[in-house]
């Protein structure tokens, strides 16, 4: 399972940054830079999902030991 999550956020990392690249920093909130925008708030949010779910399983391990 800990692969599996650092897969994932490794994957989420990359959307991020390739949606990074799609940013028009002259303006931001049009066309394509809306979606970029839409897409790193998605990954961002699937990265902190992922890490308090290994937070969440690392705690429920120590609770059981």
Do not use: H, P, Q, W
């Amino acid at each position: 399972m800990k692969i599996f999550t650092l897969v994932l956020i490794l994957l989420a990392s990359a959307l991020l940054i390739f949606n990074t690249t799609r940013l028009n920093f002259n303006d931001v909130f049009a066309g394509e830079s809306m979606y970029a925008l839409i897409g790193i708030a998605a990954s961002f949010c699937a990265i902190l999902i992922l890490l308090i779910f290994r937070m969440s399983k690392e705690i429920e391990k120590r609770m059981n030991d």
